[in-house]
Nanobody, 125 residues
Framework: QVQLVESGGGLVQAGGSLRLSCAAS????????MGWYRQAPGNERESSER????????????NYGDSVKGRFTISRDNAKNTVYLQMDSLKPEDTGVYYC??????????????WGQGTQVTVSS
């Protein structure tokens, strides 16, 4: 009984900014890596088509996809079990559904991978 709830998507003009949030809740013992992936329009049926956007460890080490380096910033608040994605200088090719992902250790001390429901980001030219 773990949930990831995303918020913050929407429509923005090219060059604009958006901030996504993803909060984890439920029977959580601890959270390891958290991250964001995206799926371009037309690929929604295939989870294997999700592109890495950014990940962050519980110690704060980050990793970014090449297409977003220098424009997006991932961060997390461990006390709130929440990960954020600040997206600046957005481009039309950033359009897609953004999914939160987290590796969560539940109360039984077993780690599982979880996905959020996805939030739509649309960047107009």
């Amino acid at each position: 009984q773990v949930q990831l709830v995303e918020s913050g998507g929407g429509l923005v003009q090219a060059g604009g900014s958006l901030r996504l949030s993803c909060a984890a809740s439920g029977t959580i013992f601890s959270i390891n890596d958290m991250g964001w992936y995206r799926q371009a329009p037309g690929n929604e049926r295939e989870s294997s088509e999700r592109e890495l956007v950014a990940t962050i460890t519980n110690g704060g080490s980050t990793n970014y996809g090449d297409s977003v380096k220098g424009r997006f910033t991932i961060s997390r608040d461990n006390a709130k079990n929440t990960v954020y994605l600040q997206m600046d200088s957005l481009k039309p090719e950033d359009t897609g559904v953004y999914y939160c992902n987290a590796h969560i250790v539940v109360l039984s001390r077993i780690q599982y991978g979880y996905w959020g429901q996805g939030t739509q980001v649309t960047v107009s030219s």
